[in-house]
């Protein structure tokens, strides 16, 4: 009995130790993915205001470009410190995994550290040269800022592609062994979660640069200053939305065949069947084993992952529960993601009318 008991206490502790880290990882990364937004966004809006100062001669556009190059600066040094927690995290939280993986994910975190030090050295040069180089020379040092953010992002989220859809390695006997990092950075999530990782960041930044200055226009103290920075914002976000869904369409079809338990999970299918229907809305039931108040298209969910609205989906009741998500939490947070997308594009629709009256 006393055996029993050591052994539930030790597993007890061991899931306690597991939540910890995973809490602690996603508060981090939480904090970390909206200034690693704004530091991938951002500086295209830097590029292309000073671009328009120098074609016009208007100071109104420098003077945009320099506040924002102001605010660009403290968020990429704080997104530069919550970035290196996260190297820490992923060390100190996960010993074994980077202990045995790392050799297989660590060219695409080298790279990624290569753009990182090289939009550094060119954030330095393009804040501090503002008075020091020629216009145009200055505004050429921009330009390496927003490729290596861009490069930054694709880096790291080939990473997380992996660990979606590993590849690049052979396990013998637990080791490692064949290891081929080219072949685990482009693994079959790659282009998909590469892309909408990109696409979210310029259209996150977009809309929030232009939330900032509606705030003004809402209280009717609007400048000419204030429409031309919500206007280039919207600018950025809108066209990319409606791009957006395409991707995340896209999305769906390659979790479908790679990871098909998280597509069951995302859309609450507890049983295997032809036909699936979609899902809009709904709470997942997992001790009933069904997702209740769901408006269901029947068919939906069928055609959105197979583009046959007769094919088969498998369910979560085909997976050994332990390898099954929390269902509740990954279907809600799946609706949420959905009604901001469309959202987001019945608001680009709106501008879009907006502008061409």
């Not at 904090?31 to 001669?57: D, N, Q, S």
């Not at 100071?59 to 290196?84: I, Q, Y």
């Not at 637990?174 to 685990?184: H, N, R």
């Amino acid at each position: 009995m006393a055996m029993i008991e050591g052994l539930l206490l030790a597993a007890q502790d061991r899931l306690s130790n597991l939540l910890a880290a995973r809490l602690q990882m996603a508060l981090t990364l939480a904090f970390h993915i909206v200034l690693a937004c704004l530091g991938v966004g951002l500086p295209v809006l830097l590029v292309v205001a000073e671009g328009a100062f120098l074609r016009t001669g208007d100071e109104l556009w420098k003077t945009l470009a320099r506040r924002w190059s102001r605010a660009f600066a403290v968020l990429f040094a704080v997104g530069a410190v919550s970035g290196t927690v996260l190297s820490f995290e992923l060390g100190l939280l996960w010993p074994e995994f980077m202990g045995r993986f790392g050799s297989v994910i660590g060219l695409p975190f080298m790279l990624e550290g290569f753009a990182f030090f090289l939009e550094a050295i060119f954030v330095g040069i393009y804040l501090y040269g503002w008075d020091r180089l020629p216009p145009r020379v200055h505004w050429l040092s921009g330009f390496p800022i927003a490729i290596a953010g861009f490069a930054s992002a694709w880096f790291v989220v080939t990473a997380n592609a992996w660990m979606n859809t590993p590849q690049g390695f052979r396990l013998a006997d637990g080791k490692v062994i064949e290891v081929d990092p080219i072949a685990a950075m482009l693994n079959p999530a790659t282009a998909m979660q590469t892309t909408h990782m990109i696409l979210a960041a310029y259209i996150a930044t977009g809309f929030l640069v232009a939330a900032c200055y509606a705030i003004t226009h809402l209280r009717g103290r609007a400048t000419a200053y204030h429409r031309r920075a919500m206007a280039l914002g919207l600018l950025l976000g809108v066209p990319l939305v409606p791009v957006q869904i395409i991707v995340g369409d896209w999305a769906a079809q390659v979790v479908a065949k790679t990871q098909p338990v998280k597509l069951a999970a995302m859309e609450g299918q507890f049983r295997t069947e032809t036909a699936a229907p979609l899902r809009l809305g709904g709470i997942p039931d997992p001790t009933a084993r069904e997702t209740r108040f769901a408006l269901e298209i029947p068919g939906g969910l069928s055609w959105l992952a197979y583009r046959d609205t007769n094919a088969l989906v498998r369910g979560l009741d085909e997976f050994p529960p332990e390898d099954t998500p929390p269902t509740l939490i990954v279907h809600l947070a799946f609706q949420v993601m959905v009604i901001i997308g469309f959202f987001l594009l019945g608001l680009a629709g709106r501008t879009a009318w907006a502008a061409w009256r």
